[in-house]
């Protein structure tokens, strides 16, 4: 409801109050155990996004991220060129820009805020053993399917995806199918040049927070069936695949923001995780 009511003050056209009612009727309508976390955001903010009138309210937001994101970007590559352990650090970049997760109280709501975080965020480090375990499926793996999560954090995917490609492995991006939230999609990746990184992007075919295995198309589908590993950023990922099945292993890339998805992973809140299902 905090997100639902942010969105609303960014579009700024006076719909607080109807955007918010709606994601509240859309949650007590389909509120159920049945429904994981990642399905039933998805009704309330579908709700919330037809009360608004607006499918973009979070437009510039985005592109206030990657602009920020992209300053930061060679030094990061710098880190990368200058560490004794390149997949490591890579690894480690990624995850400190799932930051860039706004609105919701358990991260940043502005862009700048990350410029004051960065070194903290970097200081945090990374499991060594957990991006082993990471390492290891990796060299035994020819095909990756990387879904991305938030614009501004995708600009530092980009270093992890060149060290995959650097070891010999076609990497297949998989971007939102409709604007939500600040997350990345087609045209947000093709404007800031992310589809040159890969070998092949796709969407998710759907307005979904992460992914909905029964929504995504024929392509996507057919890429994870002949899939390796799946490395999968951020929360709404997790949220969406962590109780499915969708055929490889799947590596969890984030920051654990709150506390029911840090416990489920036995966590700290704050802590940069590196998740290996199996």
């Not at 976390?37 to 592109?63: I, V």
């Not at 992007?201 to 994870?224: P, Y």
Request: proline share 3%; net charge negative.
């Amino acid at each position: 409801m905090r997100r639902v009511l942010f969105q609303a003050r960014l579009l700024g056209n006076g719909t607080e109050e109807q955007a918010v009612s709606a994601a509240v009727r859309a949650y007590a309508d389909n509120m159920s155990t049945a429904t994981n976390s990642a399905r039933l955001a998805t009704l309330a903010h579908r709700a919330a996004y037809d009360a608004m009138g607006c499918d973009g309210p979070y437009r510039e937001l985005k592109s206030r991220s990657d602009e920020i994101a992209l300053g930061h970007l060679p030094s990061m590559e710098r880190l990368v060129e200058e560490a004794d352990d390149r997949f490591r650090t890579a690894v480690l970049i990624s995850i400190i820009g799932n930051v860039m997760d706004f609105g919701s109280g358990i991260s940043i709501d502005d862009p700048g805020e990350f410029d004051e975080q960065v070194e903290d965020l970097l200081a945090r480090g990374v499991d060594p053993e957990a991006v082993g375990r990471f390492r290891e499926k990796v060299d035994a793996s020819e095909n990756i399917v990387y879904i991305f999560d938030n614009c501004g954090e995708s600009q530092f995917d980009r270093l992890l995806i060149r060290e995959l490609r650097r070891m010999g492995k076609r990497v297949v991006g998989v971007v939102r199918g409709a604007p939500i939230l600040n997350d990345v999609t087609l045209e947000d990746a093709v404007r800031i040049g992310l589809d040159d990184e890969l070998d092949r992007m796709l969407t998710t075919n759907a307005f979904a927070i992460g992914v909905d295995l029964d929504l995504i198309g024929a392509d996507l589908r057919e890429e994870l069936a002949s899939a390796d590993l799946i490395v999968a950023k951020g929360m709404a990922n997790y949220e969406s695949l962590s109780d499915e099945r969708p055929g490889a292993p799947v590596v969890y890339l984030m920051r654990a923001k709150c506390i029911p998805v840090a416990a489920s992973l036995g966590v700290e809140v704050g802590t940069n995780v590196v998740h290996l299902q199996v």
